[in-house]
């Protein structure tokens, strides 16, 4: 028993120390960069092929929350909001360069999120009138660049990215104080994501039990400088693709 047993019992232990501990903030961005990889892919190279834009619902509302949690843990706001506005602007540069198209990609929706959360966060902790007052006015601002400015610019193709429920969703998640509450907070914009756009946008609720594994932690290393320059790279490549085919 004891030549059978010991071996055994060490696997057991070996198994027991092995055992699933969730996924890090950099599992879940690595994640959302395949879905994002294969919804661009589907949209420009392969159409039929309807399973990668449906794998492509889980990038923005995993990028939502990692842009959340950011928000919450980062010790340089202004150099974290300025990472993301160099960005977009760097990608709406070479949209219109390339399709003269006023689309505003992801990076701006994200960017509005972030402004939107330190202003909420300041009239929180401050309580005083100028910063609700800033706080209302991010608001309104953001209602205007997603609601209203599309409809004025109603002959041009000026949107922004997931609209304003894209804006809202890391600022939803950012408002959550426990795991839980987070949870629930990211299911409720995910939800109206899809009952905003319909269709295929309901498969983002698959991120919801994805999002659930979340232990909290960002891992081993900071791949956050991978999205910032995959991003852009990535859709050159596509493109260059989309015009060879």
């Not at 990668?52 to 923005?60: C, D, E, F, T």
Request: with cysteine; aromatic share 12%; proline share 4%.
């Amino acid at each position: 028993m004891v030549l059978f047993g010991t071996p055994f019992t060490g696997v057991s232990a070996q198994m027991r120390s092995k055992k699933f501990a969730g996924l890090t903030g950099n599992q879940l961005k690595l994640l959302a960069l395949i879905a994002m990889t294969c919804d661009h892919v589907g949209l420009q190279l392969l159409p039929r092929f309807i399973i990668l834009r449906v794998i492509g619902r889980l990038a923005a509302p995993l990028f939502a929350c990692m842009i959340a949690e950011g928000c919450r843990y980062t010790h340089h706001r202004g150099r974290y909001l300025g990472r993301l506005l160099g960005m977009a602007a760097l990608c709406q540069i070479a949209y219109f360069a390339a399709m003269r198209s006023l689309y505003q990609c992801i990076f701006v929706t994200f960017s509005l999120s972030v402004c939107l959360i330190y202003a909420l966060d300041s009239a929180a902790r401050r309580r005083t009138p100028p910063s609700v007052l800033l706080a209302a006015a991010a608001l309104a601002a953001v209602v205007f660049i997603t609601v209203g400015l599309p409809r004025i610019l109603i002959h041009t193709d000026f949107d922004v990215d997931y609209g304003l429920w894209g804006v809202m969703l890391p600022v939803l998640v950012y408002l959550g104080r426990g795991k839980w509450e987070k949870l629930t907070l990211f299911a409720v914009g995910v939800l109206l994501l899809g009952l905003h756009y319909g269709g295929i946008q309901w498969w983002g609720l698959l991120s919801v039990p994805l999002l659930a594994l979340y232990n909290g932690k960002k891992g081993v290393r900071n791949i956050g400088p991978l999205f910032y320059w995959y991003y852009p790279v990535h859709l050159v490549v596509i493109y260059g693709l989309s015009l060879l085919l």
